[in-house]
């Protein structure tokens, strides 16, 4: 996987370059000091980039000054990216107004893309939404005609290092201010490692519901993307990421499930390890998860990876309704696309199939770098309603 993104790196940084130089530099100067200098800034950003990779980038204190520079790194080769592809299909022409529209267009698709990595970065990372949904089930318990459970995902806590700190309580006040029922949480609390939680204790333990906070781990909560050189290590630091989400008093449910009473009416939680595709991890044991809940029961399930829910739960399980999350709808999303639609199936939002619904929350953090753009950091609150025949 690491490898995979070095290609694709240096893959942004090197060839619109070499397009550049070719068609416009060596025609625009004959002298050899300017045509290395204006190698310098991809230079510049190779030493970085490599700098970067022979460190422990993994580091909890470092991953905002790698997010950083990713944004950087991006918004620029991204950008030469567009403009050599839009400005080479130009070139094929003969005439010079079509070129000359295609050049244009370059400049303005690069300088979009440009400023988009700056607004995702310092705005639109921070931009929390609340979506309210409503889904209705034939065979919902009377007493819970009208349950509310506010469902979000994806912290990625160490999004939140290094000035950004006290958005985690703005994102707490915002699910406690919803006054739900319940609250679940469906996986990835952090990016890679424990230390990640340190600063969000006391923030974290403050999310309230009558019925309680139930979590799941995700695949980052594995802490699998760094290197240990202790074998033992790694399962240490997953024992301290449990420890902390039960720390807050949170319901953190591992291949196991909660019954919540309302008279003589039932509704079921059911919580499992990561269930994912390679290279993703799976310890899920949905068998496991639902021993001893009886068919009729209705129950809600978390898995964190969406995918799940297609392998595994419907026409295969009695579960009404899943919350999962994972994708972050790629953390790019316009007009109701995202790149990430080409990988899951079930991406963003509400999925019916018979009388078995998922939603899948964009989630509220970042991975790989602080970044969204139309993929706003949402909560999700759902209703519960009874009824014949919708959905």
Not at 154 to 180: C, K, P, R, Y
Request: hydrophobic share 45%; charged share 20%.
């Amino acid at each position: 996987m690491l490898l995979r993104l070095i290609v694709i790196l240096l893959t942004l940084l090197i060839l619109p370059d070499i397009y550049i130089y070719m068609v416009y530099v060596k025609s625009w100067t004959k002298s050899v000091k300017w045509r290395i200098l204006c190698w310098l800034p991809s230079l510049l950003l190779l030493v970085a980039m490599v700098t970067i990779m022979a460190s422990d980038s993994m580091r909890a204190s470092n991953q905002p000054i790698i997010g950083m520079f990713l944004v950087v790194f991006l918004s620029i080769c991204v950008a030469k990216a567009f403009f050599a592809i839009i400005d080479g299909i130009g070139h094929l022409f003969r005439q010079q107004t079509v070129r000359r529209v295609f050049r244009i267009l370059a400049m303005t698709v690069a300088m979009f893309s440009f400023m988009m990595h700056y607004y995702g970065y310092f705005i639109g990372r921070s931009k929390y939404v609340v979506h309210k949904q409503t889904f209705y089930f034939t065979d919902l318990p009377k007493r819970f005609d009208g349950y509310r459970i506010v469902h979000f995902s994806d912290m990625h806590l160490g999004t939140f290092l290094m000035g950004h700190e006290n958005e985690v309580v703005e994102i707490v006040d915002l699910i406690n201010s919803q006054h739900a029922d319940a609250i679940i949480f469906s996986g990835d609390i952090v990016n890679h490692q424990a230390d990640e939680m340190a600063p969000f204790g006391k923030a974290l333990g403050a999310l309230k519901a009558p019925d309680g906070v139930f979590s799941v781990l995700g695949n980052h909560d594995y802490c699998m993307y760094r290197k240990y050189t202790d074998k033992n290590e790694r399962k240490k630091e997953v024992e301290r990421i449990k420890k902390n989400q039960r720390s807050y008093g949170w319901n953190l449910l591992l291949n196991e499930n909660v019954v919540i009473h309302r008279g003589a009416d039932s509704l079921a939680v059911i919580g499992v390890e990561n269930m994912g595709k390679p290279p993703f991890p799976s310890y899920g044991n949905l068998s496991k998860a639902m021993n001893g809940l009886s068919d009729s029961c209705f129950s809600v399930l978390i898995t964190h990876d969406p995918s799940h829910w297609r392998s595994e739960v419907i026409r295969k399980t009695y579960i009404q309704l899943t919350l999962s999350g994972h994708t972050h709808a790629g953390q790019f999303k316009v007009f109701g696309w995202s790149p990430v639609a080409s990988i899951y199936k079930e991406w963003s939002g509400a999925y019916c199939e018979g009388s078995q619904i998922l939603n899948v929350s964009e989630g509220i953090g970042s991975v790989l770098f602080p970044f969204r753009f139309g993929a706003w950091p949402e909560i999700n609150v759902i209703t519960l309603r009874k009824a014949e025949g919708k959905h």
